[in-house]
């Protein structure tokens, strides 16, 4: 199984076929995190990528994060134990839910805020860190639960890479998690797309699996870019 434009979906089906087994709520730990997951929202232990980019994601005590694709709250909460002050932003109700319930059964609804929204939407203020777990293949979706996988021609990545420098503070940085099989297919180079919106771009950690390479991008704005005020 293919899509248009050639990349394997299999494996998406596969994570999408499991997640649409769930009809009723269900517990995971992670990290010594204990989640409770709604169905419809994406699980962080049924995949490599969450706790990747987690791994990869550097957060010191007192940081203000933002964690852009929430889903369970899973980036945020790890980035809350260690310390930060941290708004999590997703656009699915179930997956603010999700998240604003984990912050309390995980003793961290002090230092995080969730607010569901459109990417930057629901955001004010800027950040020291920004951590994005996006969508990560160029296909249709023709559910909700599906925009936790497919984004046609990346498009909400795209906004983000463009819409991002406005909310990192001086100093600040993102971090990124993308699949090679985009831009295998020349359809979506994410360190070229960054470097045209005018990010600085270090590749941080590849992970390699049979069908497809993820890695945890770092982005910064050059030293002495203009950081816009909000
Ligand atoms: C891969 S899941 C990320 C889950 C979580 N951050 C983690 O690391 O386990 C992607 C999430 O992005 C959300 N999403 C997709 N497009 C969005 C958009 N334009 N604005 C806000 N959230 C979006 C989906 O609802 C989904 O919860």
Same mark, same amino acid.
């Given at each position: 199984?293919?899509?248009?434009? =050639?990349?394997?979906?299999?494996?998406?089906?596969?994570?999408?076929? &499991?997640?649409?087994?769930?009809?009723?709520?269900?517990?995971?730990?992670?990290?010594?995190?204990?989640?409770?997951?709604?169905?419809? @929202?994406?699980?962080?232990?049924?995949?490599?990528?969450?706790?990747?980019?987690?791994?990869?994601?550097?957060?010191?005590?007192?940081?203000?994060?933002?964690?852009?694709?929430?889903? #369970? /709250?899973?980036?945020?909460?790890?980035?809350?134990?260690? /310390?930060?002050?941290?708004?999590?932003?997703?656009?699915?109700?179930?997956?603010?839910?999700?998240?604003?319930?984990?912050?309390? &059964?995980? =003793?961290?609804?002090? &230092?995080?805020?969730?607010?569901?929204? +459109?990417?930057?939407?629901?955001?004010?203020?800027?950040? +020291?860190?920004?951590?994005?777990?996006?969508?990560?293949?160029?296909?249709?979706? #023709?559910?909700?639960?599906?925009?936790?996988?497919?984004?046609?021609?990346?498009?909400?990545?795209?906004?983000?890479?463009?819409?991002?420098? +406005?909310?990192?503070?001086?100093?600040? &940085?993102?971090?990124?998690?993308?699949? #090679?099989?985009?831009?295998?297919?020349?359809?979506?180079?994410? =360190?070229?797309?960054? $470097?045209?919106?005018?990010?600085?771009?270090? #590749? @941080?950690?590849?992970? @390699?699996?049979? %069908?497809?390479? %993820?890695?945890?991008?770092?982005?910064?704005?050059?030293?002495?870019? $203009? @950081?816009? $005020?909000?």
């Amino acid at each position: 199984m293919h899509g248009n434009d =050639g990349i394997d979906l299999r494996p998406a089906q596969r994570l999408i076929d &499991r997640h649409l087994a769930h009809t009723e709520p269900y517990q995971v730990e992670i990290d010594s995190l204990q989640l409770l997951m709604l169905p419809g @929202v994406f699980c962080p232990t049924y995949t490599k990528t969450s706790t990747f980019l987690a791994e990869h994601t550097q957060v010191e005590p007192g940081e203000r994060v933002l964690d852009m694709f929430c889903g #369970s /709250g899973y980036q945020g909460l790890m980035a809350a134990r260690r /310390g930060a002050s941290v708004l999590c932003v997703d656009w699915s109700a179930e997956a603010v839910s999700c998240a604003t319930t984990n912050a309390e &059964r995980n =003793g961290l609804a002090d &230092r995080v805020v969730v607010r569901q929204g +459109d990417l930057f939407a629901p955001v004010s203020g800027q950040f +020291d860190v920004i951590i994005a777990n996006p969508p990560l293949l160029p296909i249709t979706p #023709s559910s909700m639960f599906e925009t936790a996988v497919y984004d046609s021609a990346l498009a909400h990545s795209n906004r983000f890479l463009e819409e991002v420098r +406005d909310y990192l503070a001086p100093g600040g &940085r993102a971090y990124f998690l993308a699949s #090679s099989a985009p831009k295998d297919q020349g359809l979506f180079d994410l =360190g070229a797309e960054a $470097r045209n919106c005018g990010l600085e771009v270090r #590749s @941080v950690a590849d992970r @390699v699996l049979p %069908y497809e390479t %993820y890695t945890v991008f770092k982005l910064q704005l050059p030293v002495g870019a $203009r @950081v816009a $005020r909000r």
